[in-house]
């Protein structure tokens, strides 16, 4: 009982139990995902019996696969446009909006930037069912369906280019900009070739993000969706969940984790490239995470 | 426009600036502030007779509270139908979050300050369910919970007993611990940064000047980490006062039905618009003060750094 008791005593022991509870954490919310994985290449109907290893559900079934079941293979495409679609949008106008308000004193910007502030907490469920009313009860451009999916989307993603860029404005400061004018450059003509080229990395970054964001999403994209034909993965897989699916629908929601991760290491890959000649930056996984 | 503003660009009324943002500002006022109003216009509105549809009416000087009337009394009158789910959703937040805190705090305390070399390696682990879609992530614990699934017949020993819980049929267990494995990434993140910006150096500070573990921890860390941790306690809470979809995946019974799930039963039913926006509204005024507490304090935060 000696060693328990000088453990015990000791003042610099390092508190174990964090790291246990980190472990079961990371086992808790990983290991069930990866288990839905594992089924979608299940070669029977069953989502929790292994009968061996196949890729039925992902096109070798004639009716039921991703591939062959046309609703499944709809959604999955929808999903890819609303993704792409959005983040076009999204962070272009983020970023100028940013540059805008970061530099603009007065009234309205501040407002501006309260609101934008705003529409990054606010509930999601609450900004859907406005917009959805305002589709319903007031004549707009927008239909149901695919536009308004993709101006919704934009709305609610607006704030994530904005605050990124607006953090990397304040850690760039304005000297690089000063000094370009000072050598002769217009203020436009410095914000294109010194302050844009200096956000490329923070403006990846928010286009990583919205887009993963985007692909994910659920409550707007199924409030603002105009039929089964607008319904992109995520609504699929909330409406036949609980109806006995087979695990074809855990291979769709696998192939949109494949999407996410694969604009992850895209971005990765052109992070490495952006900061090519940069010696200052960090190279690793870690300075990309670091700019998310 | 733009020639001109780089011309004037050294003036103090340069119009560049506003003329990059008013693109931005015109479509948050179109459709984010704009929508907020329609609601009111809808819930303050009138309904039409026949076709039982909501009328919005635009002049609030003609708005009628009967909707709201309406909503009130069955929340909180004799035969208070709203009542439950209004209270249940406050009870399943108030422990999830709860939860959610005692499974945060020690993971990001120990990947801000104990991982050493595997930091870059859990960040990235801690980072991965912001990649998996929601659904795809309830859709795997419905498979694991369904009455054959693994955890049954994980509970069962393989056959040895015979265990048969029904998980998704209408338990508050399931629909507040899936509550929680589905937010506790997003309080996660923010918590690693605030603990990760405490210097080490204060806490060494604390013991070399007598203080035990557990009331360096008290005074310094969790002290120091305070705002981080309202922040992050507030980034979970809000969202989940919205969420129907953890509920329908998790349970799909009334029985543990929240205000997320009238919002949603509501809405799409002619002749309720009116409640369901009433619901809205209803939330929002329940989260406009977190709402505002949140905002502020990153203001702050970017102030200070």
């Avoid at chain 1, 199924?222 to 109806?243: F, H």
């Avoid at chain 2, 340069?14 to 984010?32: T, Y």
Wanted: contains cysteine; aromatic residues 12%; hydrophobic residues 55%.
């Amino acid at each position: 009982m000696g060693w328990l008791v000088r453990w015990w005593n000791d003042p610099w022991r390092p508190p174990r139990i964090m790291r246990w509870v980190t472990i079961l954490y990371l086992v808790w919310s990983l290991a069930p995902v990866l288990v839905a994985i594992l089924f979608s290449f299940n070669n029977g109907k069953s989502r929790t019996t292994w009968q061996g290893f196949s890729f039925r559900w992902y096109w070798g079934d004639p009716n039921l696969s991703v591939w062959n079941d046309t609703s499944m293979h709809t959604a999955l495409v929808h999903t890819l446009v609303l993704g792409v679609v959005s983040t076009v949008i999204a962070v272009p106008l983020g970023v100028l909006f940013a540059l805008g308000i970061d530099r603009w004193h007065g009234r309205l910007p501040a407002g501006a930037n309260f609101t934008m502030l705003l529409s990054f907490v606010i509930p999601e469920m609450l900004l859907a069912v406005a917009l959805l009313f305002l589709l319903t009860s007031v004549t707009t451009p927008l239909q149901l369906g695919t536009s308004a999916q993709v101006v919704g989307l934009v709305t609610f993603q607006l704030s994530y280019p904005v605050i990124i860029v607006r953090a990397r404005l304040l850690t760039i400061g304005k000297h690089y900009e000063e000094a370009a004018i000072d050598l002769g450059a217009s203020q436009v003509g410095a914000i294109r070739r010194v302050l844009l080229p200096m956000l490329g990395p923070a403006m990846l970054a928010s286009a990583v993000l919205v887009f993963a964001d985007v692909i994910d999403d659920f409550v707007i994209v199924r409030y603002l969706s105009g039929g089964s034909d607008t319904e992109p993965v995520s609504v699929k897989i909330y409406n036949t969940a609980r109806a006995a699916p087979t695990p074809a629908l855990n291979a769709l929601a696998t192939l949109l984790l494949f999407s996410s991760i694969a604009a992850v290491v895209i971005g990765y890959l052109i992070y490495r490239w952006l900061t090519r000649g940069d010696a200052t930056a960090n190279k690793g996984i870690g300075g990309f995470a670091g700019e998310l | 426009m733009l020639k001109k503003a780089g011309r004037k660009s050294r003036g103090r009324r340069s119009l560049l600036w506003p003329a990059l943002a008013i693109p931005g500002i015109v479509w948050l006022a179109l459709l984010f502030i704009l929508p907020m109003y329609v609601v009111l216009a809808i819930v303050f509105g009138q309904q039409d007779p026949i076709f039982r549809n909501a009328i919005p009416v635009w002049n609030p000087l003609q708005w009628n509270s009967a909707q709201f009337q309406y909503v009130f009394s069955n929340i909180f009158g004799a035969n208070a139908i709203y009542g439950p789910a209004i209270l249940r959703t406050i009870v399943f937040v108030l422990i999830a979050s709860c939860l959610c805190l005692i499974v945060a705090y020690p993971v990001a305390y120990f990947t801000a300050r104990l991982a050493g070399r595997w930091k870059g390696v859990l960040l990235i682990m801690l980072i991965a369910p912001f990649w998996i879609s929601y659904m795809m992530r309830m859709l795997a614990w419905v498979n694991l919970l369904q009455n054959d699934g693994l955890i049954n017949k994980g509970l069962s020993l393989g056959g040895l007993f015979n265990v048969q819980v029904d998980w998704l049929d209408g338990m508050p267990l399931t629909v507040i611990l899936g509550l929680v494995y589905g937010y506790v990434p997003y309080m996660i993140l923010p918590l690693f940064a605030g603990l990760d910006r405490i210097p080490q150096s204060s806490l060494e500070a604390a013991r070399d000047l007598g203080a035990g573990r557990f009331s360096a921890f008290v005074r310094v860390t969790w002290r120091l980490s305070q705002p981080a941790v309202i922040a992050s306690v507030l980034i979970t809470c809000l969202p989940m006062l919205g969420d129907y979809y953890t509920n329908d995946m998790l349970s799909a019974q009334p029985s543990t039905s929240m205000v997320g799930n009238l919002i949603n039963n509501t809405v799409l039913t002619p002749g309720q618009t009116g409640q369901a926006g009433a619901f809205v509204v209803l939330v929002l005024a329940a989260a406009l003060l977190p709402m505002l507490w949140y905002v502020r304090s990153t203001r702050d935060e970017g102030a200070r750094s």
